[in-house]
């Protein structure tokens, strides 16, 4: 059987990488909109309205407004925008969350897309806390390395453009910390109030990892680096693309650092919590155009699909 699908927003950064992932699909036929059409109203309603799945690749607003289009009751959206994804009406993309999280998407035909910066956030707190090795009011901050290719075309023509070695150090921002993912961060992570995020954007295409600092006198007495490990394994043992690294391994460091870049090119995310008996540290990675967006994209569709999750992806 082969599915419809359609790219609005097929010439972006999230757009273009769905579709590197697509084109090689024999499952999957893709209906292209003319270049010069692509911001047509019209067309694109038309091509949404014959789509099984619509991979929403735009702008808060344009996401609105396409999803103000559909009239076919079998389209099914899945929007990479932050227009949906803390509204009940839609099903939150991270299939990983909770229990029951897959099944959902499977008979959702509204899915939001996670926020990079979310997921990695949310991926490490929300089984600890669901566990109860994390209290819901801990007053949890964070920070996010993340490369320039999470800010679309604009941030990459920039970032691109900057020969004179001006961006060449990383670059705190969201500085009024009222960053765009808190809501989700708060409601999907199953925190009593928003954390204190500061991303940072460094001079690399993509690649992201979230840092998460906890002082071990503010949690349960038995919150420890092997009771998080063991819980992180318990949750994610049937998940495909999440890898629970124990500190000591190889893997996790390289030579006493903390590789961002090493999950690109692939849709898989790293867990890692690093510390001793007084700090810890939750660590996630994922590449921000994989698991962090397009990737993410792609497995939901497969999940709403039917089809074996990891198709098209690799790990
Ligand atoms: N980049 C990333 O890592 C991530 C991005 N996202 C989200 O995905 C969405 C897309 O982001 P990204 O790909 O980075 O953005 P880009 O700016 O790279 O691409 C957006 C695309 O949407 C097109 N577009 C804008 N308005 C309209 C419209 N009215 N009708 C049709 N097309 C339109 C743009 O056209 P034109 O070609 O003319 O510019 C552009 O091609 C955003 O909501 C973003 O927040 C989510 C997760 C990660
Ligand atoms: C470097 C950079 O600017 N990154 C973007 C995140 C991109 C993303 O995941 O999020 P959305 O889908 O919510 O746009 C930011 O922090 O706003």
């Given at each position: 059987m082969t599915f419809r699908v359609f790219v609005d927003g097929q010439e972006g950064t999230t757009g273009l990488r769905i579709f590197d992932y697509l084109q090689t699909r024999d499952d999957i036929e893709v209906l292209r909109i003319a270049s010069d059409r692509r911001k047509?109203?019209?067309?694109?309603?038309?091509?949404?309205?014959?789509?099984?799945?619509?991979?929403?690749?735009?702008?808060?607003?344009?996401?609105?407004?396409?999803?103000?289009?559909?009239?076919?009751?079998?389209?099914?959206?899945?929007?990479?925008?932050?227009a949906f994804r803390t509204d009940p009406d839609w099903t939150y993309g991270l299939p990983e969350m909770t229990p029951g999280q897959r099944e959902r998407i499977r008979e959702s035909k509204r899915i939001a897309n996670v926020g990079c910066h979310a997921s990695a956030f949310i991926m490490l707190v929300r089984p600890l806390i669901d566990a109860g090795l994390l209290?819901?009011?801990?007053?949890?901050?964070?920070?996010?390395?993340?490369?320039?290719?999470?800010?679309?075309?604009?941030?990459?023509?920039?970032?691109?453009?900057?020969?004179?070695?001006?961006?060449?150090?990383?670059?705190?921002?969201?500085?009024?910390?009222?960053?765009?993912?808190?809501?989700?961060?708060?409601?999907?992570?199953?925190?009593?109030?928003?954390?204190?995020?500061?991303?940072?954007?460094?001079?690399?295409?993509?690649?992201?990892?979230?840092?998460?600092?906890?002082?071990?006198?503010?949690?349960?007495?038995?919150t420890t680096v092997e009771s998080i490990t063991r819980a992180w394994q318990a949750h994610y043992d049937d998940a495909?693309?999440?890898?629970?690294?124990?500190?000591?391994?190889s893997e996790?460091?390289?030579?006493?650092?903390?590789?961002?870049?090493?999950?690109?090119g692939t849709n898989r995310v790293d867990l890692c919590v690093f510390g001793n008996d007084e700090r810890l540290a939750l660590v996630s990675r994922m590449d921000n155009l994989g698991k962090g967006a397009a990737g993410a994209a792609v497995q939901n569709m497969n999940i709403h699909l039917g089809l074996e999750e990891t198709t098209g992806l690799s790990r």
């Open positions: 047509e109203r019209d067309e694109r309603a038309r091509l949404i309205n014959q789509a099984d799945v619509v991979f929403l690749c735009l702008p808060d607003e344009a996401s609105r407004e396409a999803a103000s289009l559909v009239d076919n009751p079998d389209t099914c959206l899945i929007d990479a925008s932050t209290p819901p009011d801990y007053p949890f901050s964070a920070f996010s390395l993340t490369g320039y290719s999470g800010g679309g075309k604009k941030m990459i023509a920039e970032f691109e453009a900057a020969t004179d070695g001006s961006l060449d150090a990383p670059r705190p921002y969201a500085l009024t910390l009222v960053h765009k993912h808190l809501p989700e961060m708060r409601i999907h992570g199953g925190l009593e109030r928003s954390p204190v995020f500061t991303p940072i954007v460094g001079h690399f295409l993509k690649g992201l990892s979230v840092n998460i600092p906890l002082q071990r006198s503010h949690l349960p007495e038995g495909s693309f999440v890898n629970v690294m124990a500190a000591q391994d996790a460091l390289d030579n006493g650092f903390f590789d961002v870049t090493a999950c690109n």
